[in-house]
């Protein structure tokens, strides 16, 4: 990807992402090469905001004026007591990826969901009348949830703590109708699973070597492994999946299509679909440069 220098002036808004750690973030990677390509006076930052000081950080913004920002971890969850509205996306998946700004306040939402369904789509993986198994149940998990529950045949939960697949399932009640069963990690599972969709932390960071424990069982017979996370760009689970035959996919297309989706809200515009492909491809390249 081609360095691009912008020119700073009195005119630009500013957008941008809260976090903690932050330095990994390819956020404003896409955010300013959509604002550049829609010829936006705007820049959008990462700004590192720890868990303490999240309440000031909203204020601040807001009495700044920043139009926009995104919320990844650990803030999704308590950046709720912050907002003046919350979108409908947001409740369901009971997390905050997405801030737009409005005079009373930043309004949230969650695009997650929206991400999670574009990769799906994007590699024809459907997911209608398919028994899907989703691994953790964590703020991804809940994003997983709402993104197949539409036309999934059943939705299969495998956590370490049960209580937390229990909650999970209790609050997608309130939305869908969806048969739901959950399992500790290593408890079997005799239906035959379909899709399966990694959400934890394992397999990145201090966790690369490893894969969930329940990863052989509940791929005995899948036909797709989804793992969300996309740096490694093969996770354990992920590797072991191929041996099993299984259309692999890593988390790269959720974290990008998530991205556009929440440029659009902020920007309330609807992107053109080549000029989206183009940046990914140069993403992409960026990434594996």
């Not at 590797?239 to 659009?264: D, H, I, P, R, W």
């Not at 920007?267 to 990914?280: E, F, G």
Request: glycine share 6%.
């Amino acid at each position: 990807m081609k360095k691009e220098t912008i020119q700073i002036t009195g005119k630009h808004t500013v957008y941008g992402v809260i976090g903690d750690p932050i330095e990994h973030t390819l956020s404003p990677k896409i955010h300013n090469k959509l604002m550049s390509l829609i010829g936006a006076e705007a820049i959008y930052l990462p700004f590192h905001v720890i868990q303490s000081g999240l309440e000031n950080a909203i204020k601040g913004a807001h009495a700044l004026h920043i139009k926009g920002l995104n919320v990844t971890m650990p803030h999704k969850q308590e950046v709720f007591k912050h907002v003046a509205k919350v979108d409908a996306s947001a409740k369901k998946i009971g997390a905050i990826n997405t801030l737009v700004y409005s005079e009373e306040g930043y309004v949230g939402y969650n695009t997650d969901y929206i991400g999670l369904r574009e990769l799906l789509k994007e590699n024809h993986i459907e997911w209608k009348d398919k028994n899907v198994a989703i691994i953790g149940s964590g703020g991804a998990a809940y994003a997983a949830y709402v993104s197949v529950a539409d036309r999934a045949k059943e939705i299969h939960i495998f956590n370490r703590t049960l209580a937390h697949a229990k909650t999970l399932k209790e609050h997608m009640k309130q939305y869908y109708d969806t048969p739901t069963f959950i399992y500790e990690q290593d408890q079997v599972c005799k239906k035959s699973l379909d899709i399966v969709i990694q959400t934890t932390g394992i397999g990145m960071g201090k966790y690369m070597s490893q894969m969930p424990s329940c990863t052989e069982m509940v791929l005995k017979e899948a036909s797709v492994a989804v793992d969300m996370i996309y740096h490694p760009k093969e996770t354990q689970f992920l590797s072991y999946a191929k041996t099993k035959g299984c259309l692999c996919v890593n988390g790269f297309s959720m974290l990008f299509y998530q991205g556009v989706s929440a440029f659009e809200l902020m920007h309330n515009i609807n992107c053109d679909r080549q000029d989206i492909l183009n940046i990914k491809r140069e993403i992409l390249e960026y990434m594996e440069a």
